[in-house]
């Protein structure tokens, strides 16, 4: 009788081994076995993995381990998103070459995710900074080029002065350079671009088939896409300004163009260029414009500001009414024309812009049923449904029949033999710009020939090798100041040519890295055979940050691999998961400027009178307790899984990740909730060895009837509700199924140690503590191997089938009825689930609850609903 504690930390590795040594998790791209994807969005090679990864890979591993067991040839591996500024600003900060600081990381990284028991397919394993892997995508650029999906040309761009680079609109706070602190400038810079917006229609379309995706991914999708219909109009200008003598403009609602009061443009429109080349003023305020975020966060909490550029515009529908044309610093070039009419009554931005400069505000749809002579707009405008006033002939209609009529009037009305307005379909997504001016990237395999223009270069000349003898000496791209790698003949002429310095957004590595691991080994970037059997992604896991930018790049991915015969479908990933965040409270001392942020391990928590306080260990000094924030090194509440792993083993990090909560929801990690886990841990540790001696050699069989029924009733309950819940990501329920089991045993497998079993409860009891071990092996694999060993198994859990449970035994004999008095529930009858409708009146009658609230009468009717209820009408 085994009596000795689970010791994880010296087991743990011995099973690991034993898997590696059979090669267990190895994917065969050949083997007959229906095939399963599954896929853990890959990391970044920070140096250490964080507590947020465990959750994350723990979810992908025990669907994998599940799905191998249930029969199929899974495939579940690992890779490095290994390019990015991170690296050049380590090179920078501690003299140390990108490379060599990535791959120092990545060594680290695979070491603490091999702690964690993952089984995952390390042969297949390669980092976008890997020669062999951007070798391929450099391959895949040259198949879009030639499809014409690439383009190159000119974008008002963020720059950083001091770090002389390109940075997102998310990148730009207040103004300012996220890491330099530089006041940013807008700049024009000629870069390339994949034409994702070729495909706006068809990614939008195609979310309506992903019905494995949240919903709220697949809106966060469509949002961006942003579909709108509306009508492009032209307003004549009163004075021509330079020959141009008309302004277009797109509105979604031209139902309100009686409403308009003013117009606004970009900074960077033609119309503001030229005006500002007579005037100083507005020069001086296109200027600061420029210096302004232009995220669409940036642009919400801005000031609206603005400048009359003395430009006046002449309505359509009235020759004697012009309006005033301003730049605005909300109205961005990328959007649109670049131009929008103002109508300050159904747009808050547009009130706030005409309160502050004192341009009219008229109301132009009102709620149904309003009093018009009582309905104004103030200080907030009015963006619901209703009927047109104070708008002529289009007074009364609702605002969809105005629409269509101002667009059916303005498309008969001519400038210059056009038409004043036509329809028109828009988009809010943007072609994808890929041009980054840095190092550590993908070099874009292009060459800039003065007499033959932009040229690729010659696959066979590939790949454009990211050379090693760079300086990190001073901000910018070292590739534009290396002395010899820019350098290159001219493939078409021969003449001297220079390399693109540029390399590609991080983003297109992780764009089609899925696709790659299908056969890693292949010449080209996927084999489509294996890409065709593999994909897409049976599921994918991800944190919710994701949903737009990397899951939208690659959707237009798989399209162009797609036209250029890479890939045989249009969707990448079939079904997709968001887990929720592992969040811990923070601790912080002192106040204003000398606070300080502590880490968990330097705090020490008591329960004072029912009050939680946090003691400083070093200096003993009460620290505040913070809210549950997600994990940041900038406030240190953050968990190393080692600390876990290392006092508790993996498989108590794996069980809590999974169990305190649904896996689309955060987690609060907690030092009491992993010290439960471990705990459960040693439990089942207990009941398995202690009755494992007694058990040996025992025939596992089901029963159906006494205590022995009992137990296999309960097993293959578990076993069925275990399997759902894996089938739904549903974690946290199938481990509340386990707790039940673990429950359920406990007295019977006592009882069998004990000698206290008859032959007919040790076989149930023997096969129910099977089923045990094999429900918790997708979670807790290394414990599911110990236990197995002493139960006598000379396999591996890990390389046996997923059992089968009895449908006989799943179902309930008796069922549980609630009974009501006239409507009211008074109590519950549990009768057999086959029980007539006589045999159930006859029961509920003589129920004590029942006969008391007849008080001696007989009842007027008994309504039974079968299975579900009963009332008695008194």
């Not at 870069?191 to 195609?206: E, G, V």
């Not at 131009?339 to 400069?357: E, T, V, W």
């Not at 479908?569 to 300080?596: D, I, K, W």
Request: negative net charge; proline residues 6%.
């Amino acid at each position: 009788m085994a009596t000795e504690r689970y010791n994880p930390r010296a087991l743990e590795p011995k099973w690991q081994k034993a898997w590696d040594a059979k090669k267990l998790f190895e994917a065969d791209n050949d083997d007959p076995r229906p095939k399963y994807y599954v896929l853990e969005m890959f990391p970044y090679p920070s140096g250490r993995i964080h507590i947020g990864h465990t959750r994350n890979y723990t979810m992908g591993d025990v669907v994998a381990r599940y799905k191998r067991a249930k029969g199929f040839n899974v495939l579940h591996p690992m890779g490095w998103d290994a390019f990015g500024m991170p690296a050049e600003n380590a090179a920078m900060q501690n003299k140390v070459h990108p490379k060599d600081w990535t791959y120092q990381n990545i060594a680290a990284m695979r070491e603490q995710l091999k702690v964690m028991g993952l089984s995952l397919d390390w042969a297949r394993e390669f980092a976008t900074c890997d020669v062999d892997y951007y070798h391929r995508q450099q391959m895949l650029f040259l198949d879009f080029v030639e499809k014409r999906l690439v383009t190159r040309k000119s974008s008002k761009v963020n720059w950083d002065p001091e770090d002389m680079t390109v940075l997102a609109n998310e990148q730009v706070i207040d103004g300012r350079g996220w890491r330099s602190g530089a006041l940013v400038e807008q700049r024009e810079l000629t870069q390339w671009f994949f034409k994702i917006t070729d495909y706006a229609q068809d990614l939008l379309d195609s979310l309506e088939g992903l019905n494995e995706w949240p919903e709220k991914v697949k809106l966060m999708q469509a949002n961006w896409i942003g579909r709108s219909e509306g009508l492009l109009i032209r307003w004549p200008l009163a004075t021509p300004v330079d020959g141009e003598d008309e302004l277009e403009v797109y509105t979604t609602r031209p139902d309100t163009i009686f409403g308009a009061s003013f117009m606004a443009v970009a900074a960077d429109h033609p119309l503001a260029k030229k005006a500002a080349e007579s005037n100083p003023a507005l020069a001086k305020f296109i200027d600061e414009v420029r210096h302004m975020g232009t995220s669409v966060a940036a642009l919400e909490t801005a000031e609206k500001r603005g400048f009359d550029t003395g430009i006046r515009v002449v309505h359509p529908f009235d020759e004697a009414w012009t309006l005033p044309v301003y730049v605005a610093n909300f109205v961005l070039m990328e959007y649109g024309t670049g131009a929008i009419f103002g109508c300050p009554s159904g747009d808050q931005r547009d009130l706030d812009f005409a309160n502050r400069y004192g341009l009219p505000v008229i109301p132009v749809v009102m709620p149904e049923g309003e009093n018009q002579g009582n309905f104004q707009i103030i200080d907030e405008a009015y963006v619901g449904d209703g009927v047109m006033i104070n708008s002529r002939f289009l007074d009364g209609m609702k605002p969809d029949q105005a629409f269509d009529e101002v667009a059916k009037l303005l498309e008969q009305k001519t400038i210059g033999n056009r038409p004043v307005a036509e329809r028109k379909v828009n988009f809010r997504l943007r072609d994808w710009g890929i041009s980054r001016q840095r190092y550590w990237g993908c070099p874009i395999p292009m060459i800039h020939c003065e007499d033959c223009g932009v040229v690729p270069v010659p696959k066979a000349d590939l790949p454009v090798r990211l050379p090693d003898d760079i300086e990190f000496d001073r901000p910018g791209n070292p590739l534009d100041r290396h002395p010899t790698w820019r350098h290159v003949k001219c493939p078409q002429c021969g003449k001297d040519a220079r390399r693109e310095t540029d390399t590609m957004d991080t983003f297109v590595d992780s764009s089609w890295y899925f696709a790659r691991f299908t056969a890693p080994w292949a010449n080209d970037p996927t084999d489509p055979k294996a890409a065709t059997e593999w994909l897409p992604v049976d599921q994918y896991i991800g944190g919710i940050e994701h949903a737009i930018l990397h899951l939208l790049y690659s959707r237009f991915f798989t399209r162009a691999m797609r036209e250029t015969g890479h890939v045989d479908l249009a969707e990448p990933f079939r079904g997709l998961f968001t887990q929720g965040m592992v969040v811990h409270e923070t601790y912080r001392v002192g106040s204003g400027s000398n606070s300080r942020w502590l880490a968990p391990s330097e705090v020490r928590l008591e329960d004072v009178d029912g009050n939680r306080r946090a003691i400083e260990i070093a200096t003993g000094e009460e620290a505040v307790i913070g809210p549950l924030e997600k994990m940041s090194k900038s406030k240190k509440n953050t968990v190393s899984p080692e600390e876990i792993t290392d006092g508790y083993g993996a498989d108590t990090a794996r069980w809590f990740m999974l169990s305190d909560s649904p896996p689309e929801r955060d987690v609060e990690w907690t030092d009491e909730g992993a010290a439960g886990a471990h705990r459960f841990i040693q439990r089942i540790w207990r009941l398995v060895s202690t009755a494992a001696e007694s058990l040996a050699g025992i025939q596992p069989a089901a029963a159906r009837e006494g205590e022995a029924g009992t137990v296999s009733k309960a097993a293959h309950k578990a076993l069925k509700s275990v399997g759902e819940d894996i089938e739904k990501l549903a974690f946290n329920r199938a481990i509340a199924r386990i707790y039940e089991l673990a429950n359920a045993l406990t007295t019977p497998l006592n009882e069998a140690a004990e000698g206290k079993a008859d032959p007919a409860l040790k076989a149930a009891c023997r096969q129910a503590v099977d089923i045990l071990v094999h429900l918790i092996a997708p979670v807790m694999p290394h414990l599911a191997e110990e236990c197995w060993q002493t139960l006598g198994g000379t396999d591996l859990v890990a390389e046996r089938p997923w059992p089968v449970y009895d449908p006989s035994l799943v179902v309930d004999s008796e069922i549980v009825l609630p009974v009501q008095v006239n409507g009211k529930k008074r109590g519950d009858l549990t009768i057999a689930r086959d029980a007539d409708q006589g045999a159930v009146e006859k029961a509920v009658l003589a129920l004590d609850f029942v006969q008391k609230a007849l008080e001696g009468k007989a009842p007027r009717k008994v309504i039974i609903v079968p299975q579900r209820i009963v009332n008695v009408v008194a």
